[in-house]
């Protein structure tokens, strides 16, 4: 009976305080259970991450537009794995915010920055696409490695500062509420901003992505359908139709990507969208599956991109603490 008593008992997230929130009751057992779950979650999505960043900072030859759109999204994942994810997991597990109003409000630009970081490079990766397989020929004087960081860096810039301005419009309503317990780390969007945020960060972005992704697929197929038919009439393949061949099976491989992105972006706005409620909500199962997306994109990597294989490689042996590695041709090996 003792036993039983102590159970359910309250617990509060700050007992000196009196306006403290509860906490969520659970047993021993499931509390390890979910932190080493979310934790191992956390560091695989970090490792990996860290592997591309490596990578493709490391070796000179991997210094292209399109790897360079790879790293930034790359570096926003690991942020979602080494930043959002534990904060996340500690305010499933314990519904405490134990950080202060302060970081609650970093916290909750980062929480909306990150993936829409994200979604903003998969547009940047769909107009690289674009270009390389629909205008091949003006590629090389469109899409540079400067002009692509340069997007990157506006890329960054308008997300936070979007982010900032809706976190803030919506902080400053939450200090008029009076319901709200300590400990307690939320904020609403205003119905202005769900609008606004509807067409900025799923009708537009969607649109942009899979009308290009259509056009590239279409082009792609009508490539290799001439490359089949000269292969089977016993011409000789010149040289640029192998490249264009290459494109397209990198448009491909990043269609992947961002197909797998949306399919876990599109259900959580839908739902959170419908719930009309605080930004966190029973949508936390489809919220954590846009999380689990940070660390299924260097696994595409992996299974798609000899480069990045036989890079892993040469990371983990340690050979790329060697004289002159960072000039070493990765794809001698691995031509596409």
């Not at 809706?166 to 969007?189: N, P």
């Not at 959170?272 to 909500?281: G, K, V």
């Not at 992996?302 to 070493?328: C, D, E, H, N, R």
Request: hydrophobic fraction near 45%.
């Amino acid at each position: 009976m003792a036993h039983e008593t102590e159970v359910q008992e309250t617990q509060y997230c700050f007992p000196a305080i009196n306006s403290s929130c509860i906490k969520t009751k659970r047993s021993s057992h499931e509390y390890n259970i979910m932190y080493v779950f979310f934790s191992l979650l956390s560091v695989w999505t970090v490792f990996l991450n860290l592997l591309v960043i490596i990578s493709i900072c490391h070796y000179k030859k991997l210094h292209t537009p399109t790897n360079m759109l790879i790293l930034s999204l790359a570096v926003a994942d690991l942020l979602i794995g080494l930043i959002i994810m534990p904060l996340n997991a500690i305010k499933l597990i314990e519904k405490c915010w134990y950080f202060g109003d302060i970081f609650c409000g970093v916290y909750s630009v980062f929480t909306g920055l990150l993936p829409s970081a994200s979604l903003s490079h998969l547009i940047l990766i769909a107009v690289d696409r674009y270009v390389a397989v629909c205008h091949p020929l003006h590629y090389p004087q469109k899409i540079t490695t400067t002009k692509t960081i340069l997007s990157i860096c506006i890329c960054w810039f308008c997300s936070t500062a979007y982010n900032t301005a809706l976190v803030s419009s919506s902080r400053h309503s939450d200090l008029h509420k009076t319901d709200v317990c300590y400990g307690k780390c939320t904020f609403t969007i205003s119905y202005a901003w769900r609008v606004t945020d509807l067409i900025m960060s799923l009708l537009f972005p969607c649109t942009v992505i899979i009308t290009l992704y259509m056009r590239i697929f279409y082009v792609v197929h009508q490539q290799v359908k001439v490359i089949n038919s000269q292969l089977k009439g016993g011409q000789h393949v010149i040289k640029g139709s192998l490249k264009r061949k290459s494109e397209g099976k990198a448009a491909l491989t990043l269609g992947l990507i961002v197909t797998v992105y949306l399919l876990c972006w599109i259900p959580y706005f839908i739902l959170s969208l419908s719930e009309n409620t605080e930004m966190i909500s029973p949508t936390l199962v489809l919220l954590w599956l846009l999380y689990i997306n940070s660390a299924v994109n260097p696994i595409i990597y992996a299974l798609f991109y000899p480069w990045f294989k036989m890079s892993v490689k040469l990371i983990i042996t340690l050979k790329i603490f060697q004289p002159a590695s960072s000039l070493l041709n990765i794809f001698t090996d691995y031509q596409s």
